[in-house]
């Protein structure tokens, strides 16, 4: 058993006795340390207050969220951005379509005046593969139906190996065939014919039929006889002589009407109407309505896109006046103020801070009214009532120096801590980067026509923020977590150096998409580490100053 007995000097605070037994291995390896006694007791005390310290802060609201919502506002204008620079790569893949669909310098309507005209490409070809003479159907046609193709000579009815000659072949053989098997069944010099046998049947069975029978089967010979004209064998080869000669006639040439003269007159007609369709020549052909077609459509896209640059030509001309128009104006310095005003305000806003627009109104220093806008960070805040000042031109004269100066007046004057100068992105001078950070202060481009140029404030925001904070909370302790906000804010300049990156490759979308992506997914990785960052040394700053406000 360990006793614990509060032994500070002696005070007029309340005492406790407490008595522990402690069983935790790390815990009771640290007391064996100390010697035993008040050596021990007063280690413990101090672990018991550190512990209730911790504890009570643990419980408490950490202020992270401002920090958080300005980097979350990052990612999304971020996303905002590449998405409005797909309407730039749209843009671009439009000048891209002109160049191939362009009346006059288009490459499509080039190429399809090359192909559709009536030496060009297309007629050359066609009549290459369909006209009527030396052309690839009309060549293939002769080799497979000409006179020295295969199927003319197997129709040819003088070719010895013809298809007539062969049928006349064949019919001979069968009907000399038959005809020899027929007169061998009725032959009385073949004993073992039909006859023969019939006639020994008979003369066995009936003697006296034999003349009877001799008169009937000189009559059944004669059917089989070719010498009489009205016999049955005559007849049969009348008929398969009258077969063989319609066969002759359906393979003629010399026939009309014959099969082989329709089907070389169905081909004849078929080529002639291949030639009909396909020819240039004919304005009813298929060739010419297509031709005729493509024209009129290619017309169609010319008259829309001639159409549309007029449209696009006329709002530029528009715009381009109505921006010379104001910048020409007395009152442009002023409603570059007005236009940037909302912004700022806008933003504060979402912060919980407080915006005030101070350029009409002396501040600290005597008739002194620099600094266009004042914003007092929120009792939510790490800094609360901390000030930042803000000072905005849209006036070519202005370098880099005279503009820090302006700031550091602007930042006495409104008694601020840190000071934000923006500078019109058509005013800025040659060369200064869109976001940059110079001690307490930060110095910025803004565009009022370009959206995507509001990151550069909001960047600008977060940022000086960040050193407010850092300026309030300042001190021994807090010094890793300043050198933490340092390098995060230098990293968000970097971030917005490669914004900056981005908006060049967008202009060339076609050979630099790959490096856009990759750049944004860096971007997004590296935002959200940095913000990290900044929302862990930010907590730190504010338990740090609760433990000194505990102490006191």
Excluded at 148 to 176: C, H, M, W, Y
């Amino acid at each position: 058993m360990q006793t614990l007995v509060d032994s500070f000097e002696a005070t007029e605070l309340p005492t406790l006795l407490i008595a522990l037994e402690v069983s935790d291995p790390d815990v009771v390896a640290e007391l064996k340390k100390h010697v035993e006694g008040l050596p021990r007791e007063k280690y413990a005390l101090s672990a018991l207050r550190l512990g209730v310290l911790a504890l009570r802060q643990a419980a408490g609201e950490l202020d992270a969220t401002a920090v958080r919502d300005a980097a979350q506002g990052l990612l999304l204008n971020l996303g905002q951005l590449l998405a409005r620079r797909g309407v730039e790569i749209s843009g671009d893949i439009s000048g891209a379509l002109r160049q191939y669909f362009d009346p006059s310098t288009g490459a499509l309507p080039q190429r399809i005046e090359a192909l559709l005209r009536s030496d060009g490409e297309l007629d050359r070809a066609l009549r290459a593969h369909l006209a009527p003479e030396n052309s690839t159907i009309a060549s293939a046609l002769n080799a497979h139906l000409g006179e020295g193709s295969a199927i003319f000579k197997l129709l040819s009815p003088d070719d010895a190996n013809g298809l007539r000659a062969k049928i006349e072949a064949a019919f001979q053989s069968i009907v000399t065939e038959q005809q020899e098997r027929i007169l061998t069944e009725f032959s009385l010099d073949n004993k073992g014919s039909a006859l023969s046998r019939l006639i020994a049947e008979l003369v066995s069975n009936n003697g006296a039929l034999q003349t009877d029978l001799k008169t009937q089967v000189n009559s059944l010979a004669g059917e089989f006889s070719l010498d009489k004209p009205d016999s049955a064998l005559s007849r049969l080869v009348a008929r398969v002589e009258v077969a063989h000669k319609r066969i002759s006639d359906e393979f003629s040439t010399d026939n009309d009407q014959s099969a082989i003269a329709r089907l070389s007159r169905m081909l004849a007609e078929t080529s002639e109407q291949i030639d009909k369709n396909l020819t240039l020549d004919d304005d009813g052909s298929s060739l010419s309505r297509l031709k005729r077609e493509l024209q009129n459509m290619i017309e169609g896209l010319v008259t829309s896109n001639t159409s549309f640059q007029t449209e696009v030509r006329a709002t530029l001309a528009v715009l381009h006046a109505r921006r010379d128009e104001a910048s020409r104006s007395t009152r442009h310095g002023l409603a570059f103020q007005d236009e940037i005003g909302p912004v700022i305000a806008a933003e504060a806003q979402r912060l919980n801070d407080l915006h005030e627009i101070t350029g009409t109104t002396v501040g600290a220093i005597k008739n002194c009214k620099i600094g266009d806008f004042v914003t007092t960070l929120g009792a939510d805040s790490a800094a609360p009532g901390a000030r930042i000042a803000w000072e905005v031109k849209s006036d070519k004269s202005y370098d880099l120096k005279s503009a820090l100066w302006e700031i550091e007046q602007a930042r006495k004057n409104r008694q601020a801590q840190t000071g934000i100068f923006v500078f019109a992105s058509n005013a800025a001078p040659d060369g200064l980067q869109p976001f940059a950070r110079y001690g307490n202060d930060v110095v910025i481009t803004w565009d009022p026509d370009n959206v995507d140029s509001d990151l550069n404030i909001k960047a600008a925001y977060s940022v000086a923020r960040a050193l407010v904070i850092r300026e309030t909370h300042e001190s021994l302790d807090n010094e890793e977590a300043v050198k933490a906000i340092d390098l995060a804010t230098r990293s968000v300049e970097k971030q917005l150096e490669h914004l900056d990156q981005i908006k060049t490759w967008a202009e060339t979308a076609k050979t630099n998409g790959a490096k856009i992506a990759d750049r944004a997914f860096k971007m997004r990785a590296d935002l959200a580490a940095e913000v990290e960052a900044l929302d862990k040394h930010l907590m730190a700053i504010r338990t740090n100053g609760a433990q000194a406000y505990s102490h006191d």
